[in-house]
């Protein structure tokens, strides 16, 4: 894919929204907690402090991914690294794809909440081809061995 797209997020941007990657990472782990109740994976219940402590990590670090995107002015690092990484990891962790299909969504949505209908347009060119991405993979197909 590697989509070549160019960054038009002022670096006020970036220094405005970089502080709030923990918030941001919470808010979206709240929502996931009151949409998927009873979800449990391989360590443990979504309730627990140590798959809050890991999603709200997790976020943060796809937070990061999605900030590098916009500097580079492509997905490709999404594309190489972060979507194999997925692919790989959470397969055997017992978390089902669609919660991460969900994820990117909700976290989306909280980012759109911090940036202006202008930083908005532009944030969007770079997050729907990622959630396009995430939506055509599928972690049954890929080969562990």
């Not at 594309?79 to 055997?92: A, D, I, S």
């Not at 202006?116 to 061995?145: A, G």
């Amino acid at each position: 894919m590697s989509l070549k797209l160019r960054p038009h997020l002022s670096g006020d941007c970036y220094t405005k929204l970089l502080p709030e990657t923990d918030a941001i990472a919470t808010a979206v782990y709240q929502r996931a907690l009151r949409t998927y109740p009873n979800h449990i994976s391989r360590q443990g219940r979504i309730q627990s402090d140590a798959v809050q402590t890991s999603s709200i990590r997790d976020l943060s670090m796809f937070q990061t991914y999605i900030w590098l995107s916009l500097l580079e002015g492509n997905i490709s690092v999404v594309e190489n690294e972060l979507l194999p990484l997925c692919l790989l990891v959470l397969p055997c962790s017992n978390v089902r794809w669609q919660f991460v299909q969900h994820g990117i969504q909700w976290l989306a949505d909280e980012i759109h909440l911090h940036l202006t209908s202008q930083e908005t347009l532009m944030f969007s060119s770079y997050v729907k081809p990622i959630q396009r991405l995430f939506e055509r993979s599928n972690p049954e197909q890929v080969d562990l061995e």
